[in-house]
């Protein structure tokens, strides 16, 4: 069965602690690999898309990479600005398109 | 360029009632989505159109909802009659050519149902 899985659930950081977001899945043929970011009350925001093992993508203190069970978001030198819930995506075969659901950060200044 | 627009933003409504979502997504997209979002949970994927054709809506609770995408483009979400566990926000998203280019999301409709 196709299935996305997020961990964790929650992570709270100090300002300026760098951590990590996994994002494991099972889907038959992967088109795909989506990063997300959700600000309470909105609409999640297209971060990344990843396609092959071994690609990583940045934006400022971003980096998601992928291997062909997980995806990893790293965050180096948080701010509280980035506080928010962080969702994976994955495109499958058939056109299907499964969320995890979402590690939510808390950032401390 | 415009992004995927929903409304209404907000709605309450009394169980047994009916509701009805209009999405509009980004011009060129030809994949449309609706979401389901609880709070606490990830989108939860309710049906995905393909231009106006229906891809998949596995998840849909077709005794009580019902979607349409007209020539393409527009798409509605009805409800009909509303329990309260369906109370949650309903995410419109679109994309260029399916599950392999990003979905951009509209802002939601939070709908409360009492």
């Known amino acids: 069965e196709d299935q996305v899985t997020q961990s964790p659930e929650a992570l709270r950081l100090q300002e300026g602690e760098s951590s990590s977001l996994n994002c494991s899945y099972t889907?038959?043929?992967?088109?795909?690999l989506f990063w997300y970011r959700q600000d309470p009350g909105k609409g999640p925001e297209f971060l990344f898309t990843?396609?092959?093992a071994g690609e990583e993508k940045e934006k400022e203190r971003l980096k998601a990479t992928l291997t062909k069970k997980e995806s990893f978001l790293h965050i180096t030198a948080p701010k509280p600005e980035d506080s928010a819930t962080y969702l994976c995506?994955?495109?499958?075969?058939?056109?299907?398109?499964?969320f995890g659901s979402g590690t939510k950060l808390n950032v401390k200044p | 360029e415009a992004g995927v627009a929903q409304s209404p933003r907000y709605k309450i409504i009394e169980k047994r009632q009916s509701v009805a979502f209009w999405c509009n997504p980004i011009?060129?997209?030809?994949?449309l989505y609706w979401y389901q979002q609880i709070l606490g949970q990830g989108p939860k994927l309710l049906i995905q159109?393909?231009?106006?054709?229906?891809?998949?809506d596995s998840q849909l609770p077709k005794d009580r909802f019902s979607a349409e995408r007209l020539k393409g483009v527009d798409s509605t979400l009805k409800i009909q009659p509303a329990k309260l566990e369906d109370s949650a926000v309903y995410l419109c998203?679109?994309?260029?050519?399916?599950?392999?280019?990003?979905?951009?999301f509209g802002q939601g409709t939070r709908l409360t149902v009492v």
């Open positions: 998203a679109s994309s260029f050519s399916g599950s392999n280019t990003e979905a951009f």
């Open positions: 889907v038959s043929g992967l088109r795909g």
């Open positions: 990843l396609y092959s």
């Open positions: 995506a994955v495109g499958g075969n058939f056109n299907k398109f499964y």
């Open positions: 011009s060129g997209h030809a994949t």
């Open positions: 159109f393909q231009n106006n054709g229906v891809v998949d």
